[in-house]
């Protein structure tokens, strides 16, 4: 053996020693965060359900009120990143092919400025700008709040295939539109996943701003508990989004363990 496989040896498994800690650790989080959220939820609802309620507090926190808003909220969030998804990861491909790379810049500056804009003012603008409520009035400017990470990502992931493998899959005789399906997207896919994952999150949590545009969800509870100085309905809301959100990060990451290339873990 040479000094220089030697050296590729003992590297790699070094990086095998150091990440096998970091994967056990990630595993443990995945067995315990779905519990965590039970555990959360259920809590919180005990809590509220054993109290003596008043009438309003009965009305909000009724088992078929919690169902509805809960319902609205994961929709809401299921509805923005399927458009994030449809819209991010087709353009972002798009612009990383030759001919659309210069157009890149515009794009990402765009949904940079969907992402450093406040939600609420979004909400609120759409709001303005269409004069009307709804479902879609809080999905539209949510799911362009959501957008950057999946489009950034999608760009990266592209950008991070080696070019080698690329002109291995041409010298095979593969089609432009084969290496983009069986090479280039397969390895840019853990990028977009992670970016998928951070939307996921953002759109749960900026979820609970739609109920000012009449779109439902977990932010009427939160909300009513706060114009009421109920602190009990406030507390309730809030520990529920809260739980949504750690589920939906859960899920984003067991996305990311179990669709990624199995060749890459």
Partial sequence: MTAATETVARGAAAHAVTAEPERRAEHIRLLVQPVLVLLLAASVLVWAFRRDLTTTQQASLSVSNIATVTW???????T????VVA???PLGTLLTRPG???????F????????????????????LATRTTG?????APIAFYSLLPV????ILGYQQVDRTLIDAGRGQGMSTLTVLRRIEFPLAVPYILAGLRTSLVLAVGTATLSFLVSAGGLGILIDTGYKLRDNVTLVVGAVLAVSLALLVDWLGAMAEQFLGPRGLK
Avoid: D, E, M
């Fill in 80 to 83: 923005v990143v399927l458009i």
């Fill in 135 to 139: 479902f879609w009035i809080g999905v």
């Fill in 72 to 78: 609205q909220h994961v929709l809401i969030t299921v």
């Fill in 108 to 127: 990402v500056g765009i949904a940079n400025i969907g992402a450093a804009a406040p939600a609420i003012g979004l909400i609120v603008l759409f709001y």
């Fill in 151 to 154: 489009l950034r990502n999608t």
């Fill in 100 to 106: 659309y790379r210069r157009l890149a810049p515009f």
């Fill in 87 to 89: 819209v991010a990861v």
